[in-house]
């Protein structure tokens, strides 16, 4: 059974960028939508955008559009989201999962990566 | 891409059914066949429950039942158990090729 194992937590300045991996193991992601969802602190879930990793195509929610940018690297079976300009209100838990049909159907997720923003 | 609308909250006495409602437009909930259901324990990553409107993923009770009238789609759990009580997300696809989730529902269990 697939895994995601997302990276660590990161502390940033305001203005900064802040990568965020998503790792599969025990199985590939290539063929699967990567999506990549957002919760700040006591707040509801957030679609971000998503990425095809054999296609290496992504899609972004407009919110995001100019400030996030998800790639893959097939090699290594991971996904990778990044977050520029980033301001305090993008302090939130980041989470990626794997779209089972491409129908928002959101099966595996990975523990959560908590990205604080302060200066 | 406004979140589709939940109740902030539902409650219901063990035993009993509860029903969550998620409403959007027809440029998404009622246009596709293609709303999921999240669990979310306090600290934990969310859980499918539901996918495709009314499909449950292996392992998933069958307590949990989904169902969609024009832009409203409908979580029902029956026979409430304690373990039950978690936060609830709905999600659906959009015609703009992207993905939006409910405002979250709180689900206590009296």
């Known amino acids: 059974q697939v895994q995601l194992v997302q990276s660590g937590a990161e502390v940033r300045k305001p203005g900064s960028s802040v990568k965020v991996s998503c790792k599969a193991s025990?199985?590939?992601?290539?063929?699967?939508?990567i999506t990549w969802v957002r919760q700040a602190p006591g707040q509801g879930l957030e679609w971000m955008g998503e990425i095809i990793p054999i296609l290496g195509t992504a899609n972004y929610a407009q919110k995001f559009q100019g400030r996030v940018t998800s790639t893959a690297d097939e090699s290594t079976s991971t996904a990778y989201m990044e977050l520029s300009n980033l301001r305090s209100d993008d302090t939130a838990m980041y989470y990626c999962?794997?779209?089972?049909?491409?129908?928002?159907?959101?099966?595996?997720w990975g523990q959560g990566t908590m990205v604080t923003v302060s200066s | 891409q406004s979140a589709l609308t939940q109740p902030a909250s539902v409650s219901g006495s063990p035993g009993q059914s509860i029903t969550i409602s998620c409403t959007g437009t027809s440029s998404d909930v009622g246009g596709y066949y293609y709303v999921s259901w999240y669990q979310q324990h306090p600290g934990k990553a969310p859980k499918l429950m539901i996918y495709?409107?009314?499909n449950r993923p292996s392992g998933i009770s069958n307590r949990f039942s989904g169902s969609k009238s024009g832009n409203t789609a409908s979580l029902t759990i029956s026979g409430l158990q304690a373990e039950d009580e978690a936060d609830y997300y709905c999600?659906?696809?959009?015609?703009?090729?992207?993905?939006?989730f409910g405002t979250g529902t709180k689900v206590t269990v009296l």
């Open positions: 495709d409107v009314s």
């Open positions: 025990g199985g590939t992601v290539s063929n699967y939508v």
């Open positions: 999962a794997r779209d089972m049909s491409n129908t928002a159907a959101f099966d595996i």
């Open positions: 999600s659906s696809y959009t015609s703009s090729n992207t993905d939006v």
